[in-house]
Structure formats: structure tokens, C-alpha cells
């Protein structure tokens, strides 16, 4: 007496296929939807970070006399080919928020940029033009507002070892920030402090008349 095994066709393999990769992933949103049952299983978190090393030193000779604080919305989206969103793509808007420095370099005054009469009552500077520093995004203030995931990217996040990276919008969000910076008058800003910062230590020296001027 034979037995006959009858073999699961290969439509049915891939039907249980998808129908555990939608396992999968349902239990990954449930997880995501509802933190609580994290709890359950007693997550604890570690910081094992070594001692922060110290590379190189070095010295500021500038004076940093101004800084704006600025805001933006990224809205970043990335569509595929042939594929409508629900199934391939992603959509973040990400708040971006940040600070940029301006400031003048004293490290580059020569003895023809600075010019004393005789009696010491009269002083002249002539300092390079106030320039920007890079802009420095602020993780406490800085999210994601909302994102959008398609299906296949959201299958793809519960297998990425950093799920839902933000480096583009952070990216992107710096080089608008540092754009704004450059159209605002924050340089003009730092000059006319940096001006008044001279001219009260120079008086306060016994300098009466204090020039200072900028230029290359």
C-alpha cells in the first residue's frame, strides 16, 4: 500500500509568503502604534559609549558677534517609478530648527590695519567683513512632523538596522537654513557689534576718536 504526498502548488507557496510578510509587518506596526507592549518584555537601555577622545586644538582669534536663530519645514517626497505611493515611496515633513553664527576675524590684523596718532587719541581699525559659521541644526528642537511610508518601504524599515533615517531632511534642512542665513542681514549685524564692541574697549583705554572700518 502506497501513500501519495501531494505537493503544495507553487501558487500557495506564494500566497503563505505574503501572507507572512503581512504577519510581519502587522506585528511591527502594532509595536509601533502601541508602545506599550514594549513594556512587557522589560526593554532596558545601556549607554556603553567609551570616553569622548580629544583630536586637536585649536586656537580662535575670531569674534563672534551675532547669531540667528532660524526655522524651516523640509518636505521631502520620493516617488518610484510605475508604482503608486501606497506601494513605494515616502513623504516626511521634518521641522528644522538651528542657529548660525557671524563673526568677524581678528587673527588676520596686521600692523597696516590698525593706525594711533601720536598723542594715543585717535585710533583707526580697517577688519575683514563679517562672515558666516556653518549652520548647527538643534536636535532638541528639530522632528519630523509627519511621515508617510509606502508598503513596500515600510517592510523594508523592520529589516533596515536604522529604520526611518531623517539624514536627508537633516541635510536638507541645514543647507535652507544656512540659505536664510545668507539672505538676512545677520553680517551687517555682527559688524555693527563688533564696531561698538571696539570703540568701548579702545575708549575705555583713553581713546577718544575710534574709526573702525571693513572691507577685503
Same mark, same amino acid.
Given at each position: 500500500?502506497?501513500?501519495?504526498?501531494?505537493?503544495?502548488?507553487?501558487?500557495?507557496?506564494?500566497?503563505?509568503?505574503?501572507?507572512?510578510?503581512?504577519?510581519?509587518?502587522?506585528?511591527?506596526?502594532?509595536?509601533?502604534?502601541?508602545?506599550?507592549?514594549?513594556?512587557?518584555?522589560?526593554?532596558?537601555?545601556?549607554?556603553?559609549?567609551?570616553?569622548?577622545?580629544?583630536?586637536?586644538?585649536?586656537?580662535?582669534?575670531?569674534?563672534?558677534?551675532?547669531?540667528?536663530?532660524?526655522?524651516?519645514?523640509?518636505?521631502?517626497?520620493?516617488?518610484?517609478?510605475?508604482?503608486?505611493?501606497?506601494?513605494?515611496?515616502?513623504?516626511?515633513?521634518?521641522?528644522?530648527?538651528? *542657529?548660525?553664527?557671524?563673526?568677524?576675524? =581678528?587673527?588676520? +590684523? %596686521?600692523? !597696516? /590695519? &590698525? $593706525? #594711533?596718532?601720536?598723542?594715543?587719541?585717535?585710533?583707526?581699525?580697517?577688519?575683514?567683513?563679517?562672515?558666516?559659521?556653518?549652520?548647527?541644526?538643534?536636535?532638541?528642537?528639530?522632528?519630523?512632523?509627519?511621515?508617510?511610508?509606502?508598503?513596500?518601504?515600510?517592510?523594508?524599515?523592520?529589516?533596515?538596522?536604522?529604520?526611518?533615517?531623517?539624514?536627508?531632511?537633516?541635510?536638507?534642512?541645514?543647507?535652507?537654513?544656512?540659505?536664510?542665513?545668507?539672505?538676512?542681514?545677520?553680517?551687517?549685524?555682527?559688524?555693527?557689534?563688533? *564696531?561698538?564692541?571696539?570703540?568701548?574697549? =579702545?575708549?575705555? +583705554? %583713553?581713546? !577718544? /576718536? &575710534? $574709526? #573702525?572700518?571693513?572691507?577685503?
Amino acid at each position: 500500500m502506497t501513500t501519495s504526498i501531494k505537493r503544495m502548488p507553487g501558487w500557495a507557496k506564494v500566497v503563505s509568503a505574503f501572507v507572512l510578510v503581512l504577519v510581519v509587518l502587522f506585528a511591527g506596526l502594532r509595536l509601533a502604534v502601541l508602545p506599550g507592549l514594549r513594556d512587557v518584555f522589560g526593554t532596558e537601555t545601556h549607554d556603553r559609549s567609551g570616553p569622548a577622545l580629544l583630536k586637536s586644538i585649536q586656537d580662535m582669534s575670531r569674534y563672534d558677534a551675532a547669531s540667528g536663530n532660524f526655522q524651516v519645514v523640509v518636505d521631502l517626497e520620493k516617488d518610484a517609478k510605475y508604482l503608486p505611493d501606497a506601494i513605494r515611496g515616502t513623504r516626511t515633513l521634518y521641522l528644522g530648527a538651528g *542657529t548660525v553664527d557671524a563673526y568677524v576675524d =581678528l587673527g588676520t +590684523l %596686521g600692523e !597696516k /590695519d &590698525v $593706525t #594711533v596718532n601720536g598723542d594715543r587719541t585717535s585710533a583707526a581699525l580697517h577688519l575683514p567683513h563679517a562672515a558666516l559659521g556653518k549652520p548647527a541644526l538643534d536636535p532638541d528642537h528639530s522632528y519630523a512632523v509627519s511621515k508617510q511610508r509606502g508598503l513596500l518601504d515600510r517592510i523594508g524599515d523592520i529589516f533596515s538596522d536604522n529604520p526611518n533615517n531623517e539624514q536627508a531632511v537633516q541635510k536638507l534642512a541645514v543647507k535652507h537654513i544656512g540659505q536664510a542665513a545668507k539672505d538676512s542681514r545677520l553680517t551687517s549685524r555682527a559688524e555693527a557689534n563688533t *564696531t561698538g564692541m571696539l570703540e568701548g574697549l =579702545l575708549r575705555s +583705554l %583713553g581713546f !577718544k /576718536d &575710534v $574709526t #573702525v572700518t571693513y572691507g577685503t
